[in-house]
């Protein structure tokens, strides 16, 4: 800060300070004030000195005004303290609170006040509003003076509204239109159904994770020359709202020429690797596919002892042709090891529960790609805001540490549902979950759901790592009740427990093992149920030991755009209890994207529970087919059924199918986020032990089952919801039909 131009006024250039004399001071000693002075008694006066010393005093923030000057022989220095804060309040904030400011600003209580501080923490709230998108918030300091050279500080603040996104815009795509690239990125336009999401809000750290976002959907479509050349956010005039528009150059779209595994490893068999490789020569050029090859090969070679292996994909692009020739090459890589691993930012996450998740240990050879895949897996945790894994020098040449930074984020969820379904009535649930407890990363759950036709009340804990090892661990306790008197005038309800564990093995492929022990009682049955559910009515004890097997692919679970899901399950009963059966099921789904927005899936299931040592099966281990899983028919809707009382029986054998084409509405934004469905159902239920009961009216047939129809899906703010529209072809004329079927459900 500059003196003020009289500070140095009446100095007679080259007298002898006689004298220094210190004025207007109340808080500052003087010894302390002259501490500063770049002036002595003696020496004479000299005014690029004076100068330094005033800039000296005024960098202290202790003094809002300072004048040096001679007086005769005699250095009077006057000063004007700056005031003590006394409060520091916060007026006319809502959507934020008081704590969260205070937390930012760096003016406080008994400290100095500053206008240059202020001023510095008027630009911290407003970017605190700009970060929660409300760009028009204005922030103005009023101090209130008080006696003793105190004053209140008082920042007046007005948040005014959230300053949307009113439009995105793509200049210069032609592969893909806006709407499509609108669904790639992070920030969406403003729309009503958006109210319970904050990306609609504008953003530019949003900004820039969109850009990658483009780059990667790009890069992983064939474009290997794509780049967003420019992302501009203008605010509107009114300041309402905020037009960003993306300038990206495409470029041609690749696909992948030669495609080769090198080594310059003695005795290493390149051909055995090329099964490693997720690409293969006439396929689109995909970035993704590329670093999922470096990884696998690096962790088969490294299975195989190379430990110091380095694997640098070498690309080359044929402009003539339109191809990119691939060639992994495998070399010695530097002979690093892990010296420590370094962890920061976890304040209730236990040190354990981020090491295990690593694939590397402190000791181990350096390897970039485990490294990598180390951060994934923390990321994939869902504890942390943010995970940076980086390697810093050791203490010798050949020795690295890892430096993993962390910063924590609420765990704990607690949820209401409300929703809607022609299965289950109208249903209402609350959970309370918590995903790091103690922050040793194990999972608690309560849920409580009450409905028309069912209600239930669960308790479930996880362990992911027993005992240490790669194992999770489990158990659930539950008790259940539904009413199925539209279905085969009868209700039940179940009391138990579960002990579970599963492990990987590998990042898609996983198998749980479950042992359950429940009690069930078929109660509530009409006087003119069929003899069959008459006969199973009563209690029942179930000790059932399964076990499944899942091969996930899938990119996500709703609205899924590819990959495939493949499920076996087994399961035995009859240890303990009343109960003796054996059942499995098996069921997988396929789902591949035929060009912008039309996925295509076709599925299948199948199971059967057959009776073991003369025993018969209860109603309620038996298969019900229809509903969700045969549309056009209700629940239960088709299989074996009373002639006499029309009851559902169930049944022991059953399969369906279905193939499905989701596609976007014409007229629709894509935005909005409705889908349309277009579908094919066939199945089967069969199997029922009529004998065992003494029935003699029971209808089967092992018919195929066709039904067809459309739908609409719209994921909206609160949960999906669904209606279909079926018209079964071929069915048996017992079977139950049911046209319409709506779903809708949430959490919030």
Known sequence: MSAPAHAQRGAAAGGTIAGIQIQGNVRAEPETIRSYLQLKVGEPFDAAAA????????????????????????????????PIINRVAFEGNSKIEDDKLRDEVQSKPRQVYTRARVQADVDRILTIYRRSGRYNASVEPKIINLE???????FEINEGDVTGVKRI????????????????????????????????????????????????????EGYADFRVVSAVAELAPNREGFFITFTISEGPRYK????????????????????????????????????????????????????FVEVRPNIRRNKDNDTVDVIFDIQEGPRVYVERIN????TRTLDKVIRREFRLAEGDAFSTAKVRRSQQRLRNLGFF???????????????????????????????FGAGYSTTAGIVGDIAIKERNLLGKGQEARLGLSLGTLSTSIDLGFTEPYFMDRQISAGFDL??????????????????????????????????????????????????WASPLIQQSSGTQVVSEVSETILWDTRDVRLNTTKGFMVRNSIAAAGLIGTEQYLRTTADAVYYKSLFEDFVWSIGASAGLVLPYNGSYIRLNNLFFIGGDTMRGFTVGGIGPRDGNTTDSLGGQYYYTATTELSYPLPLIPKEVGLLGKAFVDIGS?????????????????????VSSGVGVQWVSPFGPIRIDYAVPIQYESWDKQQAVRFSFGTRF
């Open 169 to 220: 815009s793509f200049v210069g795509n032609e592969a893909f239109g806006d709407g499509t690239l609108r669904g790639k990125i992070r920030t969406s336009e403003s729309a009503w159904w958006r109210f319970l999401s904050s990306d609609d809000r504008f953003d530019p750290d949003r900004l820039n994770l969109d850009r990658e976002l483009l780059r990667k959907f790009y890069l992983s």
């Open 478 to 527: 539950f008790r259940t009740s539904n009413d199925r008197q539209s279905v085969a005038s009868y209700s039940d309800r179940s009391l138990g427990f579960a002990l579970r564990g599963g492990w990987a093995y590998s990042e898609e492929i996983r198998q749980i093992v479950r042992y359950t022990l429940r009690q069930t009682d078929i109660y509530n049955v009409q006087p």
């Open 256 to 307: 992948f020429g030669k495609v080769d595994v090198t080594s310059r490893f003695q005795g290493l068999d390149t051909d055995v690797l090329q099964t490693f490789l997720t690409i293969a020569p006439g396929d689109w050029y995909d970035a993704d596919a590329v670093e999922k090859s470096v990884s696998n090969i690096q962790e088969a070679v490294g299975s195989l002892g190379y430990a």
């Open 343 to 346: 962890i920061s930012g976890n």
């Open 685 to 705: 239920l069969w199997g029922v032990q009529a004998q065992s009961y003494g029935a003699t009216s029971v209808l089967t047939s092992q018919l195929m089952r």
């Open 51 to 82: 100068d330094r010393s005033l800039k000296a005093l005024f960098a202290t923030g202790l003094f809002s005004d300072v004048v040096i000057e001679m007086q005769g022989s005699t250095l009077v220095v006057k000063v004007t303290e700056n």
């Open 148 to 154: 003793q050279g105190r004053v209140d500080l008082v």
């Open 385 to 415: 805001e943010k995970v940076d894994v980086s390697a810093a020098p050791g203490s010798s040449p050949d020795k690295t540490n890892l430096e993993v930074q962390v910063v924590e984020q609420s765990t704990g969820e607690i949820s």
